[in-house]
T-cell receptor, first 113, second 113 residues
Framework: QKEVEQNSGPLSVPEGAIASLNCTYS??????FFWYRQYSGKSPELIMS????GDKEDGRFTAQLNKASQYVSLLIRDSQPSDSATYLC?????????????FGKGITLSVRP | KAGVTQTPRYLIKTRGQQVTLSCSPI?????VSWYQQTPGQGLQFLFE???????NKGNFPGRFSGRQFSNSRSEMNVSTLELGDSALYLC????????????FGPGTRLTVT
């Protein structure tokens, strides 16, 4: 069973701080990694994708991937109250000849004004 | 470009009934994946369709089925509804099969009484 684990939350940070969200995965051959943001009562929204080891930056968001450690993280700089949401980590996994996305259970971030 | 659309948005059914949910992917996308989201289990993969063929299937009973039409629109059907089927059903479209970036629709909230 391919697993995607997200560190337990909820996570609360003050406005302007850096929020660090972590995710580990069990399938060593995974190649694609994604972060989704889900506001309460809404559907998940893709915010970052990363495929290679290292950092990928997009505005205030930075995704970090370390395939050797099977670890992917999302940093949110200058956190805003509008960043308060549940963040889902998703990893591709192979099932036979096909692959699918496996999601972590998510971590809820609260940004305090 | 229009996003993923799902109908209906809300549905209330009685145990034992069946239900059909519809999903129209982003124009040009040929892959549609279906997920069930519940507070306890998170996002669980149901199945993926690509070019009218089921490419992958999650660990759900045979009561859950789906299909895809030549215009890439997809439907999922749940027969003999159980109370535990109450959930948010999400479909996600992707330009290709497998682990490429997936974009979610707003979901169908199903309540089984």
């Amino acid at each position: 069973q391919k697993e995607v684990e997200q560190n337990s939350g909820p996570l609360s940070v003050p406005e302007g701080a850096i929020a660090s969200l972590n995710c580990t995965y069990s399938d060593r051959v995974s190649q694609s990694f994604f972060w989704y943001r889900q506001y309460s009562g809404k559907s998940p929204e893709l915010i970052m994708s990363i495929y290679s080891n290292g950092d990928k930056e997009d505005g205030r968001f930075t995704a970090q991937l370390n395939k050797a450690s099977q670890y992917v993280s999302l940093l949110i700089r200058d956190s805003q109250p509008s960043d308060s949401a549940t963040y889902l980590c998703a990893v591709n996994s192979l099932t036979g000849a096909n692959s699918k996305l496996t999601f972590g259970k998510g971590i809820t971030l609260s940004v305090r004004p | 470009k229009a996003g993923v659309t799902q109908t209906p948005r809300y549905l209330i059914k009685t145990r034992g009934q069946q239900v059909t949910l519809s999903c129209s992917p982003i124009s040009g996308h040929r892959s549609v994946s279906w997920y069930q989201q519940t507070p306890g289990q998170g996002l669980q993969f149901l199945f993926e369709y690509f070019s009218e063929t089921q490419r992958n299937k999650g660990n759900f009973p045979g009561r859950f089925s789906g299909r895809q039409f030549s215009n890439s629109r997809s439907e999922m059907n749940v027969s003999t509804l159980e109370l535990g089927d109450s959930a948010l059903y999400l479909c996600a479209s992707s330009s290709s099969s497998g682990s490429h970036e997936q974009y979610f629709g707003p979901g169908t909230r199903l309540t089984v009484t």
